[in-house]
């Protein structure tokens, strides 16, 4: 078994925390989490694909390990979070990369194709959207302050980061909720309940909309540079529809779209069957 390195690394002043296993001259593959988890979120994915793969996992800013710099001194918004995590790359010299983009991992990983077509050589989509007809009705809310960005909008999405939500969110659509280890989301609501951590949070939902927009430049992208595209999803995930991994054939006809029988976070039960998916589709 590949041993996992727990490193950290400074980007524009930025502490960017990552886990890495693999040899470096095998092809790389990095992966990116979403909210409100970490790289920790990959921690049975990284063993079953060190032996091919070198893979990178960092934590976003505001996320996990990484460093947590206050409103003031950094905008938390998903092109922010983009420029660090391009930033990151760069500074591990990754010049060519698969990408594994997941939840709000999707929109960085997006961004990060956009500036670099030519060094992402692939996309594996977990529950990350680029499409409309993948956002659920879950989103109102959210829609709402969008709308509005009134305090009453802002405070009413409190309710997306307690501790009940964010359990709601590993086992809703799970069929057996004991394979569940409540690890994953203890570690969330512990990152979640840290000083300041909340209004980070809420900007970035405020700042969601930014990537709705960019959906049209995503799917422009892939229809011009045709990237290998492989979605594999959680059918039962009360944010991202279904719909939302069969459109990406609509701008890569030939895009792989592989369906589990599990939630949002489908590596909390299927990391064994989507490792396999993966390892295939790579080669």
Known sequence: MSVVANRSIDVDGVDVFYREAGDRSLPTLL???GFPSSSH????????????????????????????????????TFDHLAEVIDGFTEELKLDRFSVYVFDYGAPVGFRLALRHPERVTAIISQNGNAYEEGL??????????????????RDALRAFLSPETT???????????????????????????????AEIQLDLFGNYQSNVQLYPAFQKYMRTYRPRVLAVWGTNDPFFLPAGAEAFKKDVPDAQVVFFDTGHFALETHATEIAAVIRDFLG
């Open 31 to 33: 992966l990116l989490h």
């Open 167 to 197: 359990k709601w969110q590993y086992t809703h659509g799970v069929s057996d909720e004991t394979a569940v280890s409540p690890d994953g989301y203890t570690l969330d609501t512990f990152y979640l309940a840290r000083p300041g951590s």
């Open 136 to 153: 659920s009705e879950g989103w109102n809310p959210i829609r709402a302050y969008w709308k509005d960005a009134s305090q009453a909008n």
């Open 41 to 76: 979120m990959f921690r049975d994915l990284i063993p079953l694909l060190a032996d091919r793969f070198h893979v990178v996992a960092p934590d976003l800013p505001g996320f996990g390990q990484s460093a947590m710099p206050s409103r003031e001194a950094f905008a938390y």
